[in-house]
């Protein structure tokens, strides 16, 4: 699986080994309440995990995504495959 290929959740599982604290939280947030990041602004996801925006932008770069709003679309993305018609 490339890079570009990968979810959310795989990315976050290829980086926690070398993620700050600050980072940490963010990742453990996402892990913990996907659907509900996915349809946060950076600013309330920022504000839930306790970290400034800046802060969640780097989180954002350090799993290969150029900002916020491809990342909220690959977690969406995601979940769009789950939800789908069987």
Do not use: W
């Amino acid at each position: 699986m490339s890079k570009s290929e990968a979810s959310v959740v795989d990315r976050i599982a290829q980086v926690l080994p070398s993620l700050s604290d600050a980072h940490r939280r963010l990742a453990d947030y996402v892990l913990a309440k996907p659907f509900k990041v996915a349809v946060m602004t950076i600013d309330e996801f920022a504000s839930a995990c306790e970290v400034s925006n800046a802060t969640a932008n780097r989180f954002v770069r350090k799993l290969g995504l150029p900002g916020y709003p491809q990342f909220r679309a690959l977690l969406a993305q995601g979940f769009e495959q789950a939800l789908a018609p069987v």
